[in-house]
């Protein structure tokens, strides 16, 4: 069986789209920010190397808020039971 990977917004997922999630001095070097978007959450991080980055806001694991994590180097870590993103 082939497996068609969901279309851009599918079950609200986004990839390919620009949306201010916070304002640059809103996530200094080592921090999360967590925020609703689209009938969601969404957390943007600042690594170590000063790339801020953005993903869902919901570990693959057990869906704990990734926004409660830290960042480690640049990674997000799930406070719970430390995956990375």
Do not use: K, M
Not at 24 to 42: I, K, N, Y
Not at 44 to 66: I, K, Q
């Amino acid at each position: 069986d082939t497996i068609t990977p969901p279309g851009e917004g599918d079950d609200d997922l986004w990839s390919q789209v620009w949306a201010p999630i916070c304002r640059t001095e809103e996530l200094p070097v080592g921090t999360v920010h967590g925020a609703e978007w689209l009938g969601g959450r969404v957390v943007a991080w600042r690594g170590a190397d000063g790339v801020a980055r953005v993903h869902s806001a919901y570990c693959a694991h057990l869906g704990a808020d990734l926004a409660v994590g830290h960042v480690v180097g640049n990674e997000l870590r799930c406070a719970f039971h430390h995956w990375d993103y």
